[in-house]
């Protein structure tokens, strides 16, 4: 997806913004009315100059459901699902989950992700390595996935925006 020059003082904010596009994505509504509420959403994060090529980025959000669907088959989309519980050594952890694709086989677990590299997500020895990186998060995201589903997990993907990559997480 191309993404305009990002100053380093509003990198942190490209995040949240895509992730709140990705939240108010409905892929039954017109391409019209979504690349409006998208532009709006930039417009509000201050990102409308970085985030401006709408059009990518709804094909972005389009091609990843396109992708859940063809891989997993049709769901039902949990999207921003709170959660809290508490962890074997008494921690109290709370937070959302992106998505939650739900169909009749499980549950996929869904965290997407802003970062513009590409083949350091797979390389072991980067620090941008995802399975060290997001391996905490994700196994604290699947233990929620598995009491709501009844341990019903078939999947663990990062999905990083900006390149359009999916990444499978062990």
């Not at 985030?51 to 859940?68: A, E, K, T």
């Not at 341990?151 to 997480?169: A, E, F, K, N, S």
């Amino acid at each position: 997806m191309p993404v305009g020059h990002c100053p380093s003082d509003k990198y942190d904010v490209m995040g949240p913004c895509l992730h709140h596009m990705f939240a108010i994505y409905r892929p039954k509504e017109s391409s019209e009315v979504m690349a409006q509420m998208c532009s709006h959403v930039a417009a509000a994060y201050g990102m409308s100059e970085v985030l401006c090529d709408i059009p990518s980025i709804l094909h972005s959000m389009s091609s990843f459901y396109q992708f859940l669907i063809a891989t997993y088959g049709p769901g039902k989309a949990y999207k921003e699902y709170p959660f809290q519980y508490t962890n074997e050594q008494g921690q109290v952890i709370s937070g959302s989950i992106d998505l939650l694709w739900e169909t009749s086989a499980g549950v996929v677990v869904v965290d997407y992700k802003s970062y513009s590299g590409y083949d350091d997500v797979t390389d072991s020895e980067s620090e941008f390595f995802a399975g060290r990186k997001y391996g905490p998060q994700l196994s604290a995201y699947r233990t929620v996935a598995d009491k709501m589903s009844g341990g019903q997990v078939i999947d663990v993907l990062l999905y990083y925006v900006v390149q359009g990559r999916v990444i499978r997480v062990r």
